[in-house]
Nanobody
Framework: VQLQAFGGGLVQPGGSLRLSCTVS???????????IGWFRQASGKGREGVSY????????AYAESAKGRFTISRDNAKNTVYLQMNSLKPEDTAVYYC????????????????????WGQGTLVTVSS
């Protein structure tokens, strides 16, 4: 399973970006068998969770830092998960990663990075004036 994250860039404080994560390389399973998470890592800091979405049932959760500003969604027909980020702040500057894990419980939300098996390469988001 391969993940590709893109959509990062330079944005001014208060601006918006939409990140996309496209998943491919399935064998017997399909995209809607996988829960997806977005994580980020700022320079000199550890990786932290941002937002998570379950499989086709679409249960969703956010880290406190993302609540009210970020929206996660998935399009199972396109094997893609999105992270819409609004009202961006300088402290949102980080490399953003998407990750996937096969789950049997369709509403399962996984918040720990160690629970994910597959990772994308990351996309850099810089919030600066």
């Amino acid at each position: 399973v391969q993940l590709q994250a893109f959509g990062g860039g330079l944005v001014q404080p208060g601006g918006s970006l939409r990140l996309s994560c496209t998943v491919s390389g399935f064998t017997s399973l399909t995209f809607d068998d996988y829960a997806i998470g977005w994580f980020r890592q700022a320079s000199g800091k550890g990786r932290e969770g941002v937002s998570y979405i379950s499989t086709s049932d679409g249960a969703i959760a956010y880290a406190e830092s993302a609540k009210g500003r970020f929206t996660i969604s998935r399009d199972n027909a396109k094997n893609t998960v999105y992270l819409q980020m609004n009202s961006l702040k300088p402290e949102d500057t980080a490399v953003y990663y998407c990750a996937a894990v096969w789950v049997t419980l369709k509403t399962m939300i996984l918040r720990n990075a160690d629970e994910y098996d597959y990772w994308g390469q990351g996309t850099l988001v810089t919030v600066s004036s």
